[in-house]
Protein backbone atom coordinates (compact mmCIF):
# COMPACT_ATOMS: atom_id res chain seq x y z
CA UNK A 1 0.00 0.00 0.00
CA UNK A 2 1.09 3.23 -0.87
CA UNK A 3 0.72 6.48 1.07
CA UNK A 4 -2.26 7.73 2.86
CA UNK A 5 -3.72 11.45 3.07
CA UNK A 6 -5.59 12.48 6.46
CA UNK A 7 -7.95 14.95 4.84
CA UNK A 8 -8.78 16.68 1.20
CA UNK A 9 -6.97 19.48 2.22
CA UNK A 10 -4.04 17.85 3.28
CA UNK A 11 -3.91 15.76 -0.12
CA UNK A 12 -4.52 18.99 -2.38
CA UNK A 13 -1.44 20.55 -0.14
CA UNK A 14 0.75 17.31 -1.28
CA UNK A 15 -0.49 17.99 -5.17
CA UNK A 16 0.09 22.01 -4.92
CA UNK A 17 3.81 21.15 -3.58
CA UNK A 18 4.35 19.49 -6.80
CA UNK A 19 3.25 16.07 -5.53
CA UNK A 20 2.98 12.99 -7.51
CA UNK A 21 0.14 10.14 -7.12
CA UNK A 22 1.31 6.87 -7.78
CA UNK A 23 -1.37 3.76 -8.47
CA UNK A 24 -0.87 2.31 -5.21
CA UNK A 25 -1.64 5.39 -3.03
CA UNK A 26 -4.96 5.98 -1.23
CA UNK A 27 -5.81 8.61 -3.46
CA UNK A 28 -9.15 10.63 -1.93
CA UNK A 29 -12.36 8.67 -4.50
CA UNK A 30 -12.95 11.62 -6.17
CA UNK A 31 -9.54 12.32 -7.69
CA UNK A 32 -9.59 8.85 -8.64
CA UNK A 33 -12.97 9.27 -10.51
CA UNK A 34 -11.62 12.57 -12.38
CA UNK A 35 -8.44 10.88 -13.23
CA UNK A 36 -9.70 7.85 -14.35
CA UNK A 37 -12.59 9.79 -16.52
CA UNK A 38 -10.02 12.06 -18.16
CA UNK A 39 -7.99 8.80 -19.19
CA UNK A 40 -10.67 7.00 -20.22
CA UNK A 41 -11.41 9.94 -22.77
CA UNK A 42 -8.40 9.84 -24.21
CA UNK A 43 -7.84 7.02 -24.39
CA UNK A 44 -11.18 6.46 -26.33
CA UNK A 45 -10.34 9.03 -28.68
CA UNK A 46 -6.86 7.99 -29.65
CA UNK A 47 -8.59 4.50 -30.74
CA UNK A 48 -11.48 6.22 -32.42
CA UNK A 49 -8.79 8.42 -33.93
CA UNK A 50 -7.42 5.54 -35.51
CA UNK A 51 -10.86 4.29 -36.69
CA UNK A 52 -11.47 7.28 -38.33
CA UNK A 53 -8.29 7.48 -40.15
CA UNK A 54 -8.22 3.32 -41.11
CA UNK A 55 -10.66 3.92 -43.84
CA UNK A 56 -7.96 5.90 -45.97
CA UNK A 57 -4.79 4.00 -44.98
CA UNK A 58 -5.67 1.26 -48.07
CA UNK A 59 -6.10 4.35 -50.21
CA UNK A 60 -2.34 6.13 -49.66
CA UNK A 61 -1.31 7.38 -52.88
CA UNK A 62 2.27 5.34 -52.84
CA UNK A 63 3.46 2.53 -51.03
CA UNK A 64 6.19 3.86 -48.92
CA UNK A 65 3.03 6.36 -47.89
CA UNK A 66 1.63 3.66 -46.95
CA UNK A 67 3.67 2.59 -44.87
CA UNK A 68 4.25 5.75 -43.14
CA UNK A 69 0.59 6.57 -42.27
CA UNK A 70 -0.01 3.01 -41.36
CA UNK A 71 2.81 3.48 -38.80
CA UNK A 72 1.02 6.85 -37.83
CA UNK A 73 -2.21 5.05 -37.19
CA UNK A 74 -0.18 2.17 -35.43
CA UNK A 75 0.96 4.50 -33.05
CA UNK A 76 -2.13 5.74 -32.44
CA UNK A 77 -3.82 2.45 -31.51
CA UNK A 78 -0.35 2.06 -29.38
CA UNK A 79 -1.48 4.77 -27.44
CA UNK A 80 -4.83 3.72 -26.97
CA UNK A 81 -3.76 0.28 -25.52
CA UNK A 82 -1.12 2.00 -23.12
CA UNK A 83 -3.76 4.28 -21.89
CA UNK A 84 -6.23 1.50 -21.48
CA UNK A 85 -3.98 -0.20 -19.75
CA UNK A 86 -3.22 2.73 -17.15
CA UNK A 87 -6.98 3.33 -17.14
CA UNK A 88 -7.80 -0.51 -15.90
CA UNK A 89 -4.77 -0.28 -13.25
CA UNK A 90 -7.05 2.71 -11.11
CA UNK A 91 -9.57 -0.53 -10.67
CA UNK A 92 -12.69 1.43 -11.47
CA UNK A 93 -13.34 -0.82 -14.73
CA UNK A 94 -11.64 -3.37 -16.62
CA UNK A 95 -9.96 -2.61 -20.13
CA UNK A 96 -13.03 -5.03 -21.72
CA UNK A 97 -15.05 -2.99 -19.97
CA UNK A 98 -14.00 0.43 -20.75
CA UNK A 99 -13.70 -0.89 -24.53
CA UNK A 100 -16.98 -2.31 -24.10
CA UNK A 101 -18.99 0.89 -22.77
CA UNK A 102 -17.10 2.88 -25.67
CA UNK A 103 -18.45 0.37 -28.45
CA UNK A 104 -21.81 0.42 -26.63
CA UNK A 105 -22.06 4.45 -26.53
CA UNK A 106 -22.08 4.52 -22.96
CA UNK A 107 -18.74 6.55 -22.51
CA UNK A 108 -17.14 9.98 -24.19
CA UNK A 109 -14.64 10.99 -26.93
CA UNK A 110 -13.37 13.59 -28.47
CA UNK A 111 -15.74 15.68 -30.58
CA UNK A 112 -13.79 15.55 -34.12
CA UNK A 113 -13.84 11.61 -33.93
CA UNK A 114 -17.85 11.80 -34.23
CA UNK A 115 -17.02 13.40 -37.70
CA UNK A 116 -16.47 11.01 -40.87
CA UNK A 117 -13.05 11.55 -42.74
CA UNK A 118 -14.40 12.14 -46.27
CA UNK A 119 -11.36 12.66 -48.57
CA UNK A 120 -7.81 12.49 -48.88
CA UNK A 121 -7.80 15.94 -47.71
CA UNK A 122 -9.18 15.28 -44.56
CA UNK A 123 -6.95 12.50 -44.27
CA UNK A 124 -4.28 15.31 -43.85
CA UNK A 125 -6.03 17.87 -41.86
CA UNK A 126 -6.77 15.52 -38.79
CA UNK A 127 -2.97 14.95 -39.09
CA UNK A 128 -2.36 18.31 -39.32
CA UNK A 129 -5.31 20.22 -37.45
CA UNK A 130 -6.87 17.73 -34.98
CA UNK A 131 -3.17 16.32 -34.11
CA UNK A 132 -2.03 19.49 -33.15
CA UNK A 133 -5.07 20.75 -31.00
CA UNK A 134 -4.35 17.30 -29.32
CA UNK A 135 -0.72 17.10 -28.76
CA UNK A 136 -1.04 21.05 -27.33
CA UNK A 137 -3.80 19.90 -24.94
CA UNK A 138 -1.61 16.54 -24.14
CA UNK A 139 1.65 18.82 -23.45
CA UNK A 140 -0.20 20.92 -21.19
CA UNK A 141 -1.57 18.15 -19.62
CA UNK A 142 2.17 16.50 -19.26
CA UNK A 143 3.61 19.95 -18.06
CA UNK A 144 1.99 19.74 -14.73
CA UNK A 145 0.25 16.20 -14.04
CA UNK A 146 0.09 14.66 -10.82
CA UNK A 147 -0.91 11.14 -12.05
CA UNK A 148 2.60 9.38 -12.21
CA UNK A 149 1.72 6.51 -14.76
CA UNK A 150 -0.87 9.15 -16.89
CA UNK A 151 2.28 11.03 -16.52
CA UNK A 152 5.01 8.40 -17.81
CA UNK A 153 2.52 7.21 -20.57
CA UNK A 154 2.29 11.23 -21.97
CA UNK A 155 6.34 11.70 -22.35
CA UNK A 156 6.06 8.78 -24.81
CA UNK A 157 2.79 9.97 -26.88
CA UNK A 158 3.49 13.38 -27.25
CA UNK A 159 6.89 12.56 -28.72
CA UNK A 160 4.71 10.59 -31.59
CA UNK A 161 2.62 12.95 -32.02
CA UNK A 162 5.07 15.17 -32.94
CA UNK A 163 6.75 13.00 -35.70
CA UNK A 164 2.77 13.00 -36.70
CA UNK A 165 1.86 16.60 -36.56
CA UNK A 166 5.23 17.11 -38.86
CA UNK A 167 4.33 14.33 -41.17
CA UNK A 168 0.67 16.38 -41.24
CA UNK A 169 2.86 19.26 -42.29
CA UNK A 170 4.74 18.09 -44.76
CA UNK A 171 1.49 16.31 -46.42
CA UNK A 172 -0.21 19.69 -45.86
CA UNK A 173 2.97 21.62 -47.64
CA UNK A 174 2.82 19.04 -51.03
CA UNK A 175 -0.68 20.03 -51.32
CA UNK A 176 -0.56 23.67 -50.88
CA UNK A 177 2.26 23.35 -53.46
CA UNK A 178 0.10 21.13 -55.83
CA UNK A 179 -2.42 21.06 -58.00
CA UNK A 180 -5.86 23.37 -58.00
CA UNK A 181 -7.55 19.61 -57.74
CA UNK A 182 -5.46 19.61 -54.38
CA UNK A 183 -5.69 23.01 -53.22
CA UNK A 184 -9.51 22.46 -53.72
CA UNK A 185 -9.96 19.64 -51.59
CA UNK A 186 -7.61 20.41 -48.96
CA UNK A 187 -9.90 24.04 -48.49
CA UNK A 188 -13.11 21.98 -48.58
CA UNK A 189 -11.19 19.72 -45.80
CA UNK A 190 -10.24 22.99 -43.80
CA UNK A 191 -13.46 24.83 -44.17
CA UNK A 192 -14.89 21.26 -42.63
CA UNK A 193 -12.74 20.35 -39.51
CA UNK A 194 -11.56 24.17 -38.72
CA UNK A 195 -14.41 24.56 -36.36
CA UNK A 196 -14.77 21.28 -35.08
CA UNK A 197 -10.61 21.39 -34.46
CA UNK A 198 -10.96 24.28 -32.97
CA UNK A 199 -14.15 23.11 -30.31
CA UNK A 200 -11.66 20.29 -29.15
CA UNK A 201 -10.20 22.44 -26.73
CA UNK A 202 -13.56 22.78 -25.19
CA UNK A 203 -15.84 26.38 -23.53
CA UNK A 204 -14.15 28.33 -21.41
CA UNK A 205 -12.59 26.54 -18.40
CA UNK A 206 -14.73 27.46 -15.15
CA UNK A 207 -13.34 28.68 -12.37
CA UNK A 208 -13.83 25.91 -9.94
CA UNK A 209 -12.47 23.11 -12.56
CA UNK A 210 -11.15 20.79 -10.62
CA UNK A 211 -8.98 19.06 -13.21
CA UNK A 212 -6.83 22.37 -12.52
CA UNK A 213 -7.17 22.55 -9.26
CA UNK A 214 -5.64 18.97 -9.20
CA UNK A 215 -3.05 19.42 -11.65
CA UNK A 216 -4.29 17.12 -13.98
CA UNK A 217 -4.66 20.14 -16.68
CA UNK A 218 -2.32 23.31 -16.26
CA UNK A 219 -3.52 25.47 -18.86
CA UNK A 220 -6.96 26.35 -18.99
CA UNK A 221 -8.73 25.28 -22.18
CA UNK A 222 -9.40 29.27 -23.80
CA UNK A 223 -5.75 29.60 -23.25
CA UNK A 224 -4.45 26.48 -25.23
CA UNK A 225 -7.23 27.59 -27.80
CA UNK A 226 -6.38 31.12 -28.49
CA UNK A 227 -2.36 29.52 -29.05
CA UNK A 228 -3.38 27.22 -31.75
CA UNK A 229 -5.37 29.79 -33.39
CA UNK A 230 -2.37 32.41 -33.44
CA UNK A 231 -0.32 29.49 -34.90
CA UNK A 232 -2.57 27.90 -37.82
CA UNK A 233 -4.77 31.39 -39.11
CA UNK A 234 -0.97 32.84 -40.53
CA UNK A 235 0.29 29.61 -41.26
CA UNK A 236 -2.37 28.51 -43.34
CA UNK A 237 -2.86 32.08 -45.26
CA UNK A 238 0.58 32.22 -45.68
CA UNK A 239 0.26 29.04 -47.95
CA UNK A 240 -3.39 30.69 -49.82
CA UNK A 241 -5.73 28.69 -47.81
CA UNK A 242 -8.76 30.80 -46.30
CA UNK A 243 -9.86 29.58 -42.67
CA UNK A 244 -13.51 30.17 -42.26
CA UNK A 245 -14.23 31.99 -39.31
CA UNK A 246 -16.09 35.21 -40.63
CA UNK A 247 -15.76 36.87 -37.16
CA UNK A 248 -11.99 36.47 -37.03
CA UNK A 249 -9.78 39.50 -36.01
CA UNK A 250 -6.06 40.61 -36.62
CA UNK A 251 -4.56 43.04 -34.37
CA UNK A 252 -1.23 44.64 -36.20
CA UNK A 253 -0.29 46.30 -32.82
CA UNK A 254 0.45 42.29 -31.10
CA UNK A 255 0.34 40.88 -35.15
CA UNK A 256 -2.06 38.83 -33.15
CA UNK A 257 -5.27 36.61 -34.56
CA UNK A 258 -8.32 36.22 -32.61
CA UNK A 259 -11.19 33.52 -33.52
CA UNK A 260 -15.20 35.06 -34.06
CA UNK A 261 -17.66 33.77 -31.73
CA UNK A 262 -17.39 30.19 -31.39
CA UNK A 263 -20.90 28.44 -31.63
CA UNK A 264 -20.65 25.10 -28.44
CA UNK A 265 -23.86 23.46 -29.81
CA UNK A 266 -21.87 20.57 -32.69
CA UNK A 267 -19.89 20.26 -29.55
CA UNK A 268 -22.52 19.52 -27.10
CA UNK A 269 -24.10 17.30 -29.83
CA UNK A 270 -21.12 15.34 -30.22
CA UNK A 271 -20.73 14.71 -26.16
CA UNK A 272 -24.69 13.71 -26.28
CA UNK A 273 -23.41 10.96 -29.11
CA UNK A 274 -25.48 13.02 -31.74
CA UNK A 275 -22.91 13.67 -34.01
CA UNK A 276 -22.87 13.92 -37.69
CA UNK A 277 -21.45 10.69 -37.48
CA UNK A 278 -21.18 9.00 -34.06
CA UNK A 279 -23.83 6.90 -34.77
CA UNK A 280 -22.19 4.97 -37.78
CA UNK A 281 -19.19 5.09 -35.91
CA UNK A 282 -20.27 3.64 -32.22
CA UNK A 283 -22.08 1.14 -34.45
CA UNK A 284 -19.14 -0.09 -36.81
CA UNK A 285 -16.83 -0.47 -34.26
CA UNK A 286 -19.00 -2.46 -32.13
CA UNK A 287 -20.11 -4.93 -34.82
CA UNK A 288 -16.67 -5.38 -35.79
CA UNK A 289 -16.11 -6.04 -31.84
CA UNK A 290 -19.26 -8.76 -32.05
CA UNK A 291 -17.79 -10.14 -35.25
CA UNK A 292 -14.32 -11.41 -33.36
CA UNK A 293 -16.38 -12.34 -30.00
CA UNK A 294 -15.78 -16.20 -31.15
CA UNK A 295 -11.29 -15.06 -30.63
CA UNK A 296 -11.56 -13.53 -27.35
CA UNK A 297 -14.19 -16.05 -26.03
CA UNK A 298 -11.39 -18.85 -26.93
CA UNK A 299 -8.33 -17.05 -25.98
CA UNK A 300 -10.03 -15.93 -22.64
CA UNK A 301 -10.51 -19.49 -21.40
CA UNK A 302 -6.94 -20.40 -22.95
CA UNK A 303 -4.45 -22.22 -20.54
CA UNK A 304 -1.85 -20.54 -18.69
CA UNK A 305 0.92 -20.58 -21.86
CA UNK A 306 -1.23 -18.52 -24.59
CA UNK A 307 -2.26 -15.73 -21.82
CA UNK A 308 0.43 -13.59 -22.88
CA UNK A 309 -1.52 -13.05 -26.58
CA UNK A 310 -5.09 -12.19 -24.42
CA UNK A 311 -6.63 -9.14 -24.32
CA UNK B 1 25.21 -7.50 -63.63
CA UNK B 2 24.36 -5.20 -66.37
CA UNK B 3 20.53 -4.54 -66.25
CA UNK B 4 17.79 -7.08 -65.33
CA UNK B 5 16.35 -8.73 -68.83
CA UNK B 6 12.55 -8.45 -69.52
CA UNK B 7 12.18 -12.02 -67.88
CA UNK B 8 14.14 -11.27 -64.54
CA UNK B 9 11.89 -8.10 -64.47
CA UNK B 10 9.03 -10.50 -64.55
CA UNK B 11 10.26 -12.80 -62.11
CA UNK B 12 10.85 -10.06 -59.21
CA UNK B 13 7.58 -8.12 -60.10
CA UNK B 14 5.43 -11.37 -59.31
CA UNK B 15 6.94 -11.33 -55.76
CA UNK B 16 6.61 -7.56 -55.06
CA UNK B 17 3.27 -7.76 -56.37
CA UNK B 18 2.31 -10.69 -53.96
CA UNK B 19 4.08 -8.56 -50.72
CA UNK B 20 2.47 -5.01 -52.04
CA UNK B 21 -0.92 -6.88 -51.80
CA UNK B 22 -0.42 -9.33 -48.63
CA UNK B 23 0.09 -5.83 -47.22
CA UNK B 24 -2.37 -3.99 -48.27
CA UNK B 25 -4.67 -6.59 -47.41
CA UNK B 26 -3.41 -6.85 -43.78
CA UNK B 27 -3.54 -2.87 -43.89
CA UNK B 28 -7.91 -3.34 -43.56
CA UNK B 29 -7.38 -4.97 -40.15
CA UNK B 30 -6.15 -2.43 -38.18
CA UNK B 31 -8.75 -1.13 -35.45
CA UNK B 32 -10.35 -3.94 -36.36
CA UNK B 33 -8.88 -6.94 -35.26
CA UNK B 34 -10.11 -8.83 -32.42
CA UNK B 35 -7.84 -6.77 -30.00
CA UNK B 36 -5.45 -4.23 -30.22
CA UNK B 37 -2.25 -6.17 -29.41
CA UNK B 38 -4.19 -7.84 -32.60
CA UNK B 39 -4.61 -4.36 -34.66
CA UNK B 40 -0.64 -3.52 -33.40
CA UNK B 41 0.43 -6.88 -34.70
CA UNK B 42 -1.26 -6.89 -38.37
CA UNK B 43 -0.28 -3.34 -38.73
CA UNK B 44 3.66 -4.20 -37.72
CA UNK B 45 3.18 -7.11 -40.27
CA UNK B 46 1.68 -4.89 -43.05
CA UNK B 47 4.97 -2.86 -42.69
CA UNK B 48 7.03 -5.12 -43.27
CA UNK B 49 5.20 -6.38 -45.91
CA UNK B 50 5.02 -3.41 -47.75
CA UNK B 51 8.71 -2.68 -47.11
CA UNK B 52 9.71 -6.29 -48.75
CA UNK B 53 7.22 -4.74 -51.71
CA UNK B 54 8.87 -1.58 -51.84
CA UNK B 55 12.69 -2.99 -51.59
CA UNK B 56 11.94 -5.53 -54.83
CA UNK B 57 10.11 -2.42 -56.74
CA UNK B 58 12.95 -0.34 -55.78
CA UNK B 59 15.45 -2.89 -57.43
CA UNK B 60 13.32 -3.74 -60.74
CA UNK B 61 13.27 0.86 -61.10
CA UNK B 62 16.40 0.92 -60.97
CA UNK B 63 17.21 -2.42 -63.63
CA UNK B 64 19.07 -3.90 -60.47
CA UNK B 65 20.52 -1.17 -59.01
CA UNK B 66 17.75 -0.15 -56.25
CA UNK B 67 16.26 3.57 -56.10
CA UNK B 68 15.07 5.41 -53.73
CA UNK B 69 12.87 7.33 -54.96
CA UNK B 70 8.86 6.93 -54.32
CA UNK B 71 7.48 8.11 -57.64
CA UNK B 72 9.81 5.80 -59.51
CA UNK B 73 8.62 2.81 -57.02
CA UNK B 74 5.40 3.99 -57.65
CA UNK B 75 4.88 3.92 -61.09
CA UNK B 76 5.67 -0.04 -60.81
CA UNK B 77 3.69 -0.61 -57.37
CA UNK B 78 0.33 1.11 -58.63
CA UNK B 79 0.29 -0.10 -62.33
CA UNK B 80 -3.77 0.35 -63.84
CA UNK B 81 -4.04 -1.82 -65.91
CA UNK B 82 -5.24 -5.83 -63.93
CA UNK B 83 -3.84 -7.23 -67.02
CA UNK B 84 -0.36 -6.13 -66.41
CA UNK B 85 -0.64 -7.42 -62.35
CA UNK B 86 1.59 -10.92 -61.70
CA UNK B 87 -0.04 -11.35 -58.01
CA UNK B 88 -1.20 -14.75 -57.25
CA UNK B 89 -4.82 -15.08 -56.35
CA UNK B 90 -4.28 -15.54 -52.43
CA UNK B 91 -3.48 -12.28 -52.01
CA UNK B 92 -6.23 -10.51 -54.52
CA UNK B 93 -9.02 -12.16 -52.55
CA UNK B 94 -11.00 -10.54 -49.79
CA UNK B 95 -10.81 -11.79 -46.35
CA UNK B 96 -14.27 -11.95 -45.22
CA UNK B 97 -13.36 -12.54 -41.32
CA UNK B 98 -10.51 -12.35 -39.29
CA UNK B 99 -10.45 -16.32 -39.46
CA UNK B 100 -9.78 -16.40 -42.93
CA UNK B 101 -6.99 -13.28 -42.41
CA UNK B 102 -5.13 -15.58 -39.95
CA UNK B 103 -5.09 -18.48 -41.83
CA UNK B 104 -4.27 -16.52 -45.11
CA UNK B 105 -1.74 -14.75 -42.96
CA UNK B 106 0.13 -18.52 -41.95
CA UNK B 107 -0.41 -19.66 -45.34
CA UNK B 108 1.40 -17.20 -47.36
CA UNK B 109 3.91 -16.52 -44.72
CA UNK B 110 4.68 -20.51 -44.72
CA UNK B 111 5.24 -19.86 -48.39
CA UNK B 112 7.22 -16.21 -47.93
CA UNK B 113 9.91 -18.06 -46.21
CA UNK B 114 10.69 -20.94 -48.75
CA UNK B 115 10.65 -18.05 -51.38
CA UNK B 116 13.02 -15.93 -50.11
CA UNK B 117 15.69 -18.93 -49.52
CA UNK B 118 15.65 -19.58 -53.00
CA UNK B 119 16.79 -16.25 -53.39
CA UNK B 120 18.92 -15.71 -50.26
CA UNK B 121 22.26 -16.75 -52.27
CA UNK B 122 21.28 -14.97 -55.75
CA UNK B 123 23.54 -13.30 -58.14
CA UNK B 124 21.40 -9.78 -57.64
CA UNK B 125 23.22 -8.49 -54.58
CA UNK B 126 20.41 -6.59 -53.35
CA UNK B 127 18.25 -9.25 -53.60
CA UNK B 128 20.21 -11.23 -51.79
CA UNK B 129 20.40 -8.37 -48.96
CA UNK B 130 16.36 -7.87 -49.17
CA UNK B 131 16.11 -11.79 -48.24
CA UNK B 132 18.49 -11.60 -45.47
CA UNK B 133 16.06 -8.63 -43.99
CA UNK B 134 12.69 -10.08 -44.91
CA UNK B 135 14.20 -13.18 -43.00
CA UNK B 136 14.69 -11.43 -39.48
CA UNK B 137 11.61 -10.23 -39.65
CA UNK B 138 9.62 -13.13 -40.84
CA UNK B 139 10.10 -15.56 -38.12
CA UNK B 140 8.11 -13.00 -35.68
CA UNK B 141 5.40 -12.99 -38.33
CA UNK B 142 5.65 -17.09 -38.20
CA UNK B 143 5.66 -17.14 -34.47
CA UNK B 144 2.54 -14.51 -34.26
CA UNK B 145 0.11 -16.60 -36.87
CA UNK B 146 1.27 -20.44 -34.68
CA UNK B 147 1.04 -18.87 -31.33
CA UNK B 148 -2.47 -17.93 -31.98
CA UNK B 149 -3.00 -20.95 -34.23
CA UNK B 150 -1.98 -23.17 -31.64
CA UNK B 151 -4.72 -21.65 -29.31
CA UNK B 152 -7.56 -21.18 -31.35
CA UNK B 153 -7.17 -24.68 -33.58
CA UNK B 154 -8.04 -27.37 -31.06
CA UNK B 155 -11.14 -25.36 -29.61
CA UNK B 156 -14.40 -26.60 -31.38
CA UNK B 157 -16.09 -23.31 -32.25
CA UNK B 158 -12.83 -21.98 -33.73
CA UNK B 159 -11.28 -24.68 -35.16
CA UNK B 160 -14.28 -24.98 -37.39
CA UNK B 161 -13.86 -21.66 -38.42
CA UNK B 162 -10.31 -21.69 -39.45
CA UNK B 163 -10.21 -25.08 -41.33
CA UNK B 164 -13.84 -23.48 -43.26
CA UNK B 165 -11.48 -20.14 -43.95
CA UNK B 166 -8.56 -22.82 -45.04
CA UNK B 167 -10.82 -24.85 -47.65
CA UNK B 168 -11.33 -21.44 -49.15
CA UNK B 169 -7.58 -20.55 -49.12
CA UNK B 170 -5.88 -23.52 -49.76
CA UNK B 171 -6.68 -23.92 -53.34
CA UNK B 172 -5.63 -20.26 -54.17
CA UNK B 173 -2.76 -20.67 -52.02
CA UNK B 174 -1.24 -23.46 -53.94
CA UNK B 175 -1.11 -20.88 -57.02
CA UNK B 176 1.65 -19.45 -55.22
CA UNK B 177 3.78 -22.00 -56.32
CA UNK B 178 2.64 -21.33 -60.32
CA UNK B 179 5.54 -21.23 -62.71
CA UNK B 180 5.99 -17.45 -63.10
CA UNK B 181 7.16 -16.01 -66.00
CA UNK B 182 10.75 -15.22 -66.22
CA UNK B 183 11.57 -17.76 -63.66
CA UNK B 184 13.60 -20.14 -66.24
CA UNK B 185 15.58 -17.42 -66.77
CA UNK B 186 16.18 -16.16 -63.26
CA UNK B 187 17.74 -19.76 -61.72
CA UNK B 188 19.47 -20.12 -65.32
CA UNK B 189 21.64 -16.92 -64.04
CA UNK B 190 21.36 -17.75 -60.46
CA UNK B 191 19.06 -15.24 -59.24
CA UNK B 192 16.92 -17.96 -57.85
CA UNK B 193 18.21 -21.36 -56.57
CA UNK B 194 15.59 -23.11 -58.26
CA UNK B 195 12.09 -23.02 -59.35
CA UNK B 196 9.70 -22.33 -56.66
CA UNK B 197 7.89 -25.35 -57.46
CA UNK B 198 10.37 -27.71 -56.25
CA UNK B 199 9.32 -26.43 -52.47
CA UNK B 200 5.86 -27.14 -53.10
CA UNK B 201 5.63 -30.55 -50.97
CA UNK B 202 7.85 -29.67 -48.15
CA UNK B 203 4.69 -26.37 -48.08
CA UNK B 204 1.79 -29.10 -47.87
CA UNK B 205 3.82 -31.32 -45.73
CA UNK B 206 4.00 -28.25 -43.06
CA UNK B 207 -0.04 -27.32 -44.35
CA UNK B 208 -0.91 -31.07 -43.42
CA UNK B 209 1.09 -31.05 -40.06
CA UNK B 210 -0.14 -27.71 -38.79
CA UNK B 211 -4.15 -28.19 -39.84
CA UNK B 212 -4.63 -31.86 -39.61
CA UNK B 213 -5.26 -31.69 -44.26
CA UNK B 214 -4.96 -34.73 -45.78
CA UNK B 215 -2.56 -33.29 -48.28
CA UNK B 216 -4.59 -34.97 -51.47
CA UNK B 217 -7.30 -33.41 -50.68
CA UNK B 218 -5.56 -30.08 -51.65
CA UNK B 219 -6.91 -29.16 -55.18
CA UNK B 220 -5.34 -26.84 -56.83
CA UNK B 221 -7.21 -24.24 -58.34
CA UNK B 222 -6.36 -24.37 -62.40
CA UNK B 223 -2.35 -22.70 -62.89
CA UNK B 224 -3.38 -19.38 -64.75
CA UNK B 225 0.58 -18.16 -65.27
CA UNK B 226 -0.74 -15.31 -62.86
CA UNK B 227 -2.38 -13.46 -65.98
CA UNK B 228 -5.94 -14.14 -64.88
CA UNK B 229 -7.27 -11.77 -61.73
CA UNK B 230 -9.49 -12.74 -58.65
CA UNK B 231 -12.59 -11.03 -59.43
CA UNK B 232 -11.95 -9.23 -56.03
CA UNK B 233 -8.69 -7.75 -57.32
CA UNK B 234 -10.87 -5.18 -59.56
CA UNK B 235 -12.58 -3.13 -56.81
CA UNK B 236 -8.81 -3.16 -54.71
CA UNK B 237 -7.20 -1.66 -57.30
CA UNK B 238 -9.91 0.96 -57.58
CA UNK B 239 -9.52 1.40 -53.91
CA UNK B 240 -5.86 1.43 -54.47
CA UNK B 241 -5.83 4.08 -56.91
CA UNK B 242 -8.56 6.28 -56.15
CA UNK B 243 -6.94 9.42 -54.51
CA UNK B 244 -3.89 9.32 -56.97
CA UNK B 245 -6.15 9.15 -60.02
CA UNK B 246 -7.68 12.04 -58.51
CA UNK B 247 -5.41 13.86 -60.87
CA UNK B 248 -2.64 12.59 -62.60
CA UNK B 249 -0.53 15.24 -61.88
CA UNK B 250 -0.59 15.65 -58.55
CA UNK B 251 2.17 14.76 -56.05
CA UNK B 252 1.14 13.70 -52.59
Known amino acids: MGRTWTSMDDFEAFLDGGGIVEVDDDMPDAYRQAVFAFIEMHANSELMGGL ?34 VGADMDIKTRREIIEDLFAG ?11 AKTWGDQVAISFLVDA ?10 KNCSYGPYRRILKRIISEEGFHMRMGEERMLRIADGTEVQRTMFQQSLDDWWWPSLQLFGPDSKPGDVLLRWHIKSERNEVLRARWVQKFVPLLMSYGFSVPDPGLTHDPATDSWTSGPIDWE ?25 DTHWVRRVLDNAPARAAGVAA | MTGLGTAVREFLLAFADDEHLMGQQHTEWIGVAPFLEEDLAFSSIAQ ?24 R ?11 DWRSAQLVEVAAGDWAHALVRHWLYDAAEQLRWEQVAQSSLAPLAEAAARAEREERYHRRHADGLLDVLL ?14 DLLPLAVGLFDPVAGEVEAVANGVASAPFDTRLDEWTDRVRRRFDVDPSQIQPAPPTGRLERHPDFGPMLVR ?3 VMDLDPAAVW
Open chain 2, 240 to 242: MRE
Open chain 1, 266 to 290: PLKRTMAMRGPDSARRIADAAANWA
Open chain 1, 52 to 85: TERDWIPRTPGLRHKMAVLAKTQDEIGHAHLLYM
Open chain 2, 73 to 83: IDELAFRPSPG
Open chain 2, 48 to 71: DELGHAAALYAIVAGDGDPVDDDL
Open chain 2, 154 to 167: PVPDSGERLQTALA
Open chain 1, 106 to 116: RSKFHNVFHYQ
Open chain 1, 133 to 142: AALASQQAVF
